[in-house]
């Protein structure tokens, strides 16, 4: 009988409760979110209410429908972006100029070859190896 009770408590402390947002709050919080100030997830995670009611609260107060697809970034996220980039597209002309100046190296070692008669490639690898320069 001591079981019976105990799992009717565990049942209780299950329920969900009940909790009403008002109008002009759920309208407050659909502008934040269209103005980029704040994520459906920070405000699902804030006020602990799920995202689909946060997506329902966009789509009764503001002009997108539920058919349409709408991906809500930070702006900051946005410029995070742009900023890497940015940074990928610079090494990769980084990386651009160091071929060149390999293909170039291995260029003038051919050439200093032909011309001298002896491979310089091979004394400037032994001096480098050695530690010596």
Same mark, same amino acid.
């Given at each position: 009988? $001591? ?7 565990k049942? /209780?402390?299950?329920? *969900?409760?009940? *909790?009403? %947002?008002?109008? &002009? %709050?759920?309208?407050?919080?659909? /502008?934040?979110?269209l ?8 405000? $699902? ?7 689909? $009611? ?5 789509? #009764?107060?503001? !002009? ?10 930070m @702006?900051?996220?946005? !410029? #995070? ?11 990769? *002309?980084?990386?651009?100029?160091? !071929? ?8 003038? %070692? @051919?050439? &200093?070859? @032909? ?9 400037? @690898? !032994? ?7």
């Amino acid at each position: 009988m $001591s079981t019976k009770k105990l799992s009717i408590t565990k049942s /209780q402390n299950k329920r *969900r409760t009940i *909790r009403h %947002f008002s109008e &002009a %709050f759920k309208k407050e919080k659909v /502008q934040l979110i269209l103005e980029k100030k704040v994520t459906v997830y920070q405000i $699902s995670d804030l006020y602990k209410v799920s995202r689909t $009611s946060v997506y329902n609260w966009i789509y #009764k107060y503001s !002009q997108l429908s539920p058919q349409t697809i709408t991906v809500v970034q930070m @702006e900051s996220e946005e !410029q #995070k972006t742009k900023m890497l980039l940015n940074r990928v597209a610079e090494l990769e *002309r980084v990386v651009g100029q160091k !071929q060149l100046e390999l293909d170039l190296n291995v260029k003038v %070692f @051919e050439y &200093a070859k @032909e011309e001298l008669g002896y491979d310089i490639k091979k004394k400037y @690898e !032994q001096l480098s190896s050695n530690g010596s320069a």
